[in-house]
Nanobody, 120 residues
Framework: VQLVESGGGSVQSGGSLILSCVVS????????MGWFRQAPGKVREGVANIDNDGFASYADSVKGRFTISQDNAKNTLYLQMNSLKPEDTAMYYC???????????????WGQGTQVTVSS
């Protein structure tokens, strides 16, 4: 099982980024996928997740600004991030699990992360 994120970078407040996560090694559509983030000195927090039917949920802090989606044919997970704020600065990780929630401990497979930095 391998998850590889890409798409991070540095943007100004109000800008947008699209993160991607390519999943390989098992049948992608059989699991729940999620995006998490971790800022220095803070615990890893759930951002958004999506099940194999396309049902998604979001952390309150990103609702209305971020959109999670998936392309099962490409085994790829996306996170569209709009109206970015400095407090969104963190390392972003994609993860695969079998429980539909935003609890990091319930996800067993993780990517290496991609850094997102938002300047004011």
């Amino acid at each position: 099982v391998q998850l590889v994120e890409s798409g991070g970078g540095s943007v100004q407040s109000g800008g947008s980024l699209i993160l991607s996560c390519v999943v390989s090694g098992y049948y992608y559509s059989s699991v729940c996928m999620g995006w998490f983030r971790q800022a220095p000195g803070k615990v890893r927090e759930g951002v958004a997740n999506i099940d194999n039917d396309g049902f998604a949920s979001y952390a309150d802090s990103v609702k209305g600004r971020f959109t999670i989606s998936q392309d099962n044919a490409k085994n790829t997970l996306y996170l569209q991030m709009n109206s970015l704020k400095p407090e969104d600065t963190a390392m972003y990780y994609c993860a695969a699990g079998h429980i539909f929630n935003l609890v990091a401990g319930d996800y067993g497979n993780w990517g290496q992360g991609t850094q997102v930095t938002v300047s004011s």
